[in-house]
């Protein structure tokens, strides 16, 4: 079946996305950080997971991989899959993005990157740091998933305010709202 009989060709009124990972790498306590470089376009001096934009010929999983392998150099293992977002910034197109946790043998930290700083910040730590905005909620809800958890199922959006909004959910199970 080729891409027209899927309907593939036909944007009009659809909602697009540009298809984005992120990877929370973890080793004992320490969550691997990037602090963005203050003259970022995107989440200037926040820190956040690393990761990327999709390519073309990528799965979510094969890109989050690159993304940290291009970025950190570091070999990971238990790559998991935690959430799922369907990001509405209020224009088109939106973001789908796809949140992974990962494991690191090795604390060795990166050099500095393109887009900003590596740290190894413990988790009793990552609420004090100038964090992504969605993260304080988020973050403590992705690090703490069992192993086996279902992915969870995010919808982000702003209000008139431009205040974030988030929708959470699990399959058959609503985890809640945050402002």
Not at 140 to 156: C, E, G, K, Q, R
């Amino acid at each position: 079946m080729g891409a027209a009989l899927q309907g593939a060709d036909d944007h009009r009124g659809r909602w697009l996305t540009v298809p984005r990972t992120v990877a929370f790498v973890c080793h004992g306590e320490s969550v691997l950080m990037i602090k963005r470089r203050k003259d970022s376009r995107i989440y200037p001096g926040c820190y956040n997971g690393v990761g990327g934009h999709l390519e073309r010929d990528e799965d979510p999983a094969s890109g989050v991989l690159r993304e940290i392998s291009e970025e950190t150099g570091l070999e990971v293992s238990q790559l998991r899959l935690r959430a799922i977002y369907n990001i509405d910034p209020g224009g088109q197109p939106g973001v789908l993005l796809f949140v992974f946790t990962c494991a690191c043998d090795s604390p060795v930290t990166p050099g500095p990157t393109q887009e900003g700083e590596l740290q190894w910040v413990s988790r009793e730590d990552l609420q004090s740091l100038p964090l992504v905005e969605d993260l304080p909620q988020m973050l403590p809800l992705i690090l703490d998933m069992a192993d086996d958890a279902a992915p969870l199922f995010v919808h982000s959006s702003y209000d008139r305010n431009d205040k974030l909004q988030l929708r959470i959910s699990q399959v058959g199970t609503d985890v809640g709202q945050f402002q």
